[in-house]
Nanobody
Framework: QVQLVESGGGLVQAGGSLRLSCAAS????????MGWYRQAPGKQRELVAT???????NYAESVKGRFTIARDNVKNTVLLQMNSLRPEDTAVYYC?????????WGQGTQVTVSS
């Protein structure tokens, strides 16, 4: 089993920044893709950004140029730097990691952007 714990969420004004962190622990052999997803009230969970073990990244169109994903393969962490936040970025943000073709999720961290 792999456990993921997110941190760094909170309340910020529009235009502000937040940095989310996710730390993986447990039975870690080799984490492959890691990423961040979000779910706003009444909406489905959606991809925000993903990063491969080699560092290739993929972003949702809505966050391109504002969010940056990075990872540390030694520390088994993944970060999401969020700049120029907008009220529509308000959601619960979830960390995801894949190992041996199995996906793992964190418990989520709330991000609220006020206008």
């Amino acid at each position: 089993q792999v456990q993921l714990v997110e941190s760094g969420g909170g309340l910020v004004q529009a235009g502000g920044s937040l940095r989310l962190s996710c730390a993986a622990s447990g039975s870690i052999f080799r984490l492959n893709d890691m990423g961040w997803y979000r779910q706003a009230p009444g909406k489905q969970r959606e991809l925000v950004a993903t990063i491969t073990r080699g560092g290739s990244t993929n972003y949702a169109e809505s966050v391109k140029g504002r969010f940056t994903i990075a990872r540390d393969n030694v520390k088994n962490t993944v970060l999401l730097q969020m700049n120029s936040l907008r009220p529509e970025d308000t959601a619960v943000y979830y960390c995801n990691a894949e190992q041996l073709r199995r996906g793992y999720w964190g418990q989520g961290t709330q991000v609220t952007v006020s206008s």
